[in-house]
């Protein structure tokens, strides 16, 4: 199993930035996909999750109306597509597979990324 974030990188405050998680090793369809993020000295964040199965897309309210995430099950990949971006956006970006009713409040995560860092410039 592996999950491979990139598209991490330097952003003007204000600007956009896209990520993308491609999977491989499990069922895609059969798992949630969710993003993460963890700034030096913070908790880790949870801000998206999206799974298929139920149809179910969710957004923590730091992200909600800036960010959107999308699934292209047919590459087996995830994208975060970051907009108006803020300087409390810089963090490492994590994506994590977890059973497919997780956006939905039930099971656990399974599979981790390595992460990308997002740096934002003011």
């Known amino acids: 199993v592996q999950l491979v974030e990139s598209g991490g990188g330097l952003v003007q405050a204000g600007g956009s930035l896209s990520l993308a998680c491609a999977t491989t090793g499990f069922t895609f369809e059969d798992y949630a996909i969710v993003w993460f993020r963890q700034a030096p000295g913070k908790e880790r964040e949870k801000i998206t999750c999206?799974?298929?199965?139920?149809?179910?897309?969710d957004y923590s309210d730091s992200v909600k109306g800036r960010f959107t995430t999308s699934s292209d099950n047919a590459k087996r990949t995830v994208y975060l597509h970051m907009n108006s971006v803020k300087p409390e956006d810089a963090a490492t970006y994590y994506c994590a597979a977890a059973g497919k009713y997780f956006c939905a409040g039930y099971g656990s995560l399974n599979y981790w990324g390595r992460g990308t860092q997002v740096t934002v410039s003011s």
């Open positions: 999206i799974s298929n199965n139920p149809l179910i897309t």
